[in-house]
């Protein structure tokens, strides 16, 4: 309540959004896939930022600790912090937490194997009182792969219908291509009219 009344007071079109993504792949990374430390990371979440910024996606780093990149979109500036997801950094996702106005949430629609495991990270994330306040916006990313999982088949095996502690929504896209990616900038922007600006 006193965030919805800061920024309607101080008229702050500023948005904090929080980039995270499920577990990562155990198989090797491809020509699609971001690599972390050890080359098994798969999401592709960095190479959505990088697209999204309009850099070269065609060679990704590793995220150690985090990025933060700026963007000004339909009168808003946004904030995306591009947090690491190595398991040694995953203890410090927390300190990232605060004042979140949308959690995106990455998963590769390629990893039927470890998508289990993304539901359960992602309710564990939905229970931290610093993110009650965020809406998510779930990436579903690598779309554009053939044998890749449908909308419908996430949407059930994470039990996205199942939350309502937050306002969500689920969007396929490819962070190569930039496929739905602005889609989704749209729909926090038009989330954060909705919930967080009285203007």
């Not at 500023?14 to 155990?26: H, K």
């Not at 590793?62 to 690491?84: M, Q």
């Not at 997801?85 to 949430?105: A, C, H, I, M, P």
């Not at 937050?166 to 919930?195: F, Y």
């Amino acid at each position: 309540m006193l965030s919805i009344l800061r920024k309607a007071r101080l008229k702050d079109k500023e948005m904090r959004i929080l980039m995270l993504y499920g577990p990562p792949s155990f198989r090797l990374s491809n020509r699609f896939a971001d690599s972390n430390s050890s080359g098994l990371d798969n999401a592709g979440k960095t190479t959505i930022v990088k697209q999204i910024m309009r850099e070269d996606v065609t060679t990704v780093s590793p995220t150690l600790g985090f990025i933060i990149k700026t963007i000004d979109f339909a009168g808003y500036r946004l904030n995306i912090w591009d947090v690491g997801g190595q398991k040694t950094l995953r203890s410090y996702w927390k300190n990232y937490f605060e004042k979140t106005d949308t959690l995106v949430w990455v998963v590769d629609a390629t990893d039927r194997l470890r998508v289990n495991d993304c539901r359960e990270e992602l309710a564990g994330l939905l229970l931290e009182e610093r993110l009650m306040g965020a809406s998510l916006l779930v990436f579903l990313n690598k779309t554009d792969v053939e044998g890749c999982m449908s909308e419908t088949e996430v949407r059930e095996r994470l039990c996205l219908d199942a939350i309502k502690t937050h306002k969500w929504t689920i969007l396929p896209c490819s962070a190569m291509t930039g496929a739905n990616l602005h889609e989704g900038l749209d729909w926090i922007v038009q989330d954060a009219k909705d919930r967080l600006f009285l203007y």
